[in-house]
């Protein structure tokens, strides 16, 4: 564990038990968000390359405009 990572879970075990779980509550939630995040990223490899690649044709088929 990094020190600030504790120094975070030290500062939180001072608060009262009910401010506590709503600080594990919101950070177990946000490593869920990231966890998936990173999976659907990772899922969308293939289809970003696609859209590149027809972006990259569209431009120099000439069929794309500045806004």
Partial sequence: MTKLLQKAFEEASK?????QDAFANMFLAELQSE???DD???KSQDMLKAM???ALRDFEQGKTKPN
């Fill in 15 to 19: 608060l009262p038990p009910e401010e």
């Fill in 52 to 54: 590149a690649e027809k």
């Fill in 35 to 37: 966890r998936r995040w």
């Fill in 40 to 42: 659907l990223f990772a």
